[in-house]
């Protein structure tokens, strides 16, 4: 493979013909996905190939990765649009001629709804798909409309299974749930529910102080790395002892010395910097 065809697969001025012809070359894959000027049936091609010929090895190309990654709305939009139109033409006998696409959209979908870039158009119908995967992950994108949201929110906190809280139970991630959801879902008996609240930055001081007394380490440990953590939260976790933490993880070192970390480079102030730097820290 040659230095030109790299180029010419970056190059929006590249004729169509010639950038069809590069589909051959996996190096090229991520770069056609980009350009402007890919014809869409390509992206199509693309897309089949990653959904239906991936490798055992998991050595996919680049459509789903770019689709979660992609800065920019366009880009997203000129994945997704070739699901509709363009689809039915691989299904009528061009290459490959096996294509579901219900199955194509469930590949492609998930890795969409987790991009706040992604069109609030797509949000909306992710959310009326009903994939338990594609809800999973759009449920912390902090571009979800609101009343999609609350909705999640809602059918959470009715929830009595796991199986029937597992698509929603990122939403407690989500930067723009109200108080009232992370309050509430900081008292939820599933452990993964009150970590979802204790990495979200939103929630409120009062939820974080007594997620620092939860009895399950990997409450705590989310907990240690929420970028709001206020001073009471993180001085009641400070404050635990060796032996109550040994209790909940064998990660005891691992708790402390974040602890630690976090105190020393949080802005938080001189009290707990001389506590966390104190010899007989921890207890």
């Excluded at 912390?140 to 999609?148: A, G």
């Excluded at 029937?164 to 452990?191: C, G, M, T, W």
């Excluded at 790395?225 to 976790?237: D, F, H, V």
């Excluded at 602890?259 to 820290?281: C, F, H, T």
Aim: glycine residues 2%; contains cysteine; charged residues 25%.
């Amino acid at each position: 493979m040659s230095s030109w065809q790299i180029e010419a697969a970056k190059d929006p001025k590249t004729p169509p013909e010639i950038l069809s012809s590069l589909f051959i070359y996996q190096e090229c894959h991520e770069l056609l996905i980009k350009n402007p000027s890919s014809p869409a049936g390509l992206l199509a091609a693309l897309g089949v190939k990653e959904a239906f010929t991936s490798d055992p090895m998991n050595n996919r190309i680049a459509v789903a990765d770019i689709l979660s990654k992609a800065e920019t709305p366009q880009i997203i939009e000129r994945i997704l649009n070739w699901t509709e139109g363009y689809l039915n033409v691989l299904q009528a006998g061009e290459n490959p001629s096996f294509v579901d696409h219900s199955r194509l959209k469930n590949y492609f979908y998930p890795s969409a709804a987790m991009n706040p870039n992604t069109p609030v158009k797509y949000l909306k119908e992710f959310a009326r798909t009903g994939d338990s995967t594609t809800i999973f992950y759009l449920g912390p994108n902090p571009s979800l409309p609101k009343s999609i949201l609350e909705e999640f929110a809602e059918k959470l906190s009715k929830a009595e299974t796991h199986d029937e809280r597992h698509d929603y139970s990122r939403v407690p991630e989500n930067i723009n749930l109200s108080s009232e959801y992370l309050i509430q879902f900081s008292k939820h008996p599933a452990h993964y529910i009150r970590a979802a609240v204790a990495r979200n930055p939103s929630t409120p001081k009062e939820a974080q102080v007594e997620l620092a007394d939860d009895s399950d380490s990997y409450v705590l440990f989310q907990l240690q790395y929420n970028n709001s953590l206020c001073e009471e939260a993180l001085l009641r976790m400070c404050n635990r002892t060796k032996a109550d933490i040994r209790h909940l993880t064998q990660w005891v070192d691992d708790y402390f010395s974040n602890l630690r970390k976090k105190a020393l480079n949080g802005g938080y102030s001189e009290e707990i910097k001389r506590l966390v730097q104190s010899p007989d820290w921890p207890k």
